[in-house]
């Protein structure tokens, strides 16, 4: 089992920044790679960006050139650097990590709240 625990969620004005982290702890040595979905009241959620252990990124193309993921290994955390946030990066944030052994399993944090305001 893998347990997630997100924080850095929050409050922030149009064109700011925020930065999400997430430590995973438990069985972190089969996590081959962690990643950040959201979801936005009435939406299905999202992948935002995803890495791998070895350092290769998958970004969304929405927030591209703006959010930044990247991961401290021995310290199994993920984070994610948002800059240049919208309005539209309104969401409830939530930290995924892909765990294997024989099969695959992914785990899930409680999710951490972005607001932007315009």
């Known amino acids: 089992q893998v347990q997630l625990v997100e924080s850095g969620g929050g409050l922030v004005q149009a064109g700011g920044s925020l930065r999400l982290s997430c430590a995973a702890s438990?069985?972190?040595?089969?996590?081959?790679?962690m990643a950040w979905y959201r979801q936005a009241p009435g939406k299905q959620r999202e992948l935002v960006a995803a890495i791998t252990r070895g350092g290769n990124t998958n970004v969304a193309d929405s927030v591209k050139g703006r959010f930044t993921i990247s991961i401290d290994n021995g310290k199994n955390t993920v984070f994610l650097q948002m800059g240049g946030l919208k309005p539209e990066d309104t969401a409830v944030y939530y930290c995924n990590a892909v765990y294997y052994y024989a099969s695959r399993k992914d785990f899930w944090g409680q999710g951490t709240q972005v607001t932007v305001s315009s």
């Open positions: 438990g069985s972190t040595f089969h996590i081959t790679s």
